[in-house]
């Protein structure tokens, strides 16, 4: 179960903080703020973004005042940082965490260390240094 809390701000929005498995790396837990209209909103974002059966009972944990200043200023409305990092660490934005669970399969040994190693279908075939389309782009 995800231990957290939330805090309704004065425009009627809410900040959500859950500490939660990191979808790649299960073993790892990230505290993820996310800024939404309700609290439904906040968790389905968490939940589309692999975060499975993320539910928010009680307020044991609610952000503080910094998660709340730092989700507000941030673009995405979404950031984590490891749960267990001191509070002087940078938060992230959500592009990062797909970074962070490959580096800790990579010093586990479980995932491939070059992009070329990816599956055919993969995301990254589609990017501007990539092999297979680097000449339709000179």
């Not at 609610?62 to 984590?80: F, K, R």
């Not at 580096?103 to 992009?115: D, F, K, N």
Request: glycine share 8%; hydrophobic share 40%.
């Amino acid at each position: 179960m995800a231990v957290g809390g939330f805090t309704r701000l004065p425009g009627g929005t809410v900040v959500v903080a859950l500490g939660l498995p990191h979808p790649g790396c299960p073993e790892v837990l990230v505290r993820v703020v996310v800024h939404a209209a309700n609290r439904q909103r906040a968790l389905t974002r968490l939940s589309n973004l692999g975060f499975r059966g993320a539910r928010l009972t009680g307020n044991a944990e609610p952000p503080t005042p910094d998660e709340v200043t730092a989700v507000l200023h941030h673009p995405d409305g979404l950031i984590w940082r490891d749960y267990e990092a001191p509070h002087t660490d940078p938060w992230h934005p959500k592009s990062a965490l797909d970074r962070f669970a490959r580096r800790r399969l990579q010093a586990a040994g479980h995932a491939p260390a070059h992009p070329a190693n990816r599956p055919a279908g993969h995301r990254a075939a589609h990017h501007p240094e990539h092999p297979a389309i680097r000449h339709v782009l000179r």
